[in-house]
């Protein structure tokens, strides 16, 4: 018999969301940080011309996508990098930066999969408190190790949907030794895009990486694209990791077109907003304790892990999917993705219901 070895062997499969509603029952998934609403539809209208060239291999450069991120955000292309989404990126940055002599530190509530990927890089993974569900930069600084190789922050965090501030990141940055690379992780930065603020700087430095996305505020996770600005020495030694033909032909074609659809994207985060600021209000008024969100979910406190478990049960019969966050050591939350208005609505009064029927 053959066995994979034996880091893998000991992995857990990554848990992704469970989406069977009972029978005759409508499913409402909130459980994905999906979008509300479809691409742009200049990026439909992209993909579809795209397809027609489909017997060809994708461009290996990612040019035109590339020159588009770049005249948007003021970047140089030759530093950006494209991934099969950035869960891609945050793989093979652990490969390149990572292993049994190198460690992966981050806070102890971020992003479940910056975990599994040092673990497939064989790379002990350390984890700094944070405070109030926010990253806390002296743990993370304190909990620095002569061996750490990389530290990874979502910054706003996923499940907790906070935000570092600016002076909080220079410090961090400023904080790690030279040969520790920062990997800054905005998935949900265009949600929270303030004018005139931006991480992209801290690559003045030369070992920070920051990491975006088209799978949320661009509504486009079907499509799997993300993409990152790289220093000069890490772009040549990621690019060596990445599958030459990452991302399809329609997909960068999408893409491309989506960043020059700059209203239809600031649309949907103003919508985002909107409807969080509703559900927040709401859930806040009925009793649960919900921090403040930067993106487009919320995590709701249900107090105990029996509760937690409870109230998704309960919705779960209803059709509505929620996400327990035992992964991120919080078994005690439940994170809701901010979806249409009305699946929102019932999925807010149902929890509200729920709990009125506990005492
Ligand atoms: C959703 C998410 C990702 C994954 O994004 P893809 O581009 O779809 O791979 C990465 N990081 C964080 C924090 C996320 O929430």
Redesign the pocket.
Known sequence: MTAARAHIAAMAAYQLADLTPPEGRKLISLCQ?ESLRPPSPLALEAAAEAMAASMLYPDPDWMALREAIGELHHLPPDRILCGN???ELIGALARAYAGPDRAVLAPVHA?P?FRTAAQLAEARFDTAAEQDLTVDVSNLLASVRPDTGIVFV?NPG?PTGTRIARSELNRLRNGLRDDILLVI?E??GEFDDLPGETSFDLLTAGNTVVLR?F??AYGM?GF?V?WGLFPQSASAEIRKVLNPNNISLVAQAAAAAAIRDQDYMKETCRLVEKIRTQATRDLRGAGFRVPDSFTNFVLIDLENETRARQADQALRRQGIFLRGQAGAGLPHMLRMTIGPEADVGVSVSELIKWKGEQR
């Open positions: 940080n989404g950035s869960l992003y999969f979502a996923n992780d998935a949900y996305t799978s949320k996770a799997r993300g």
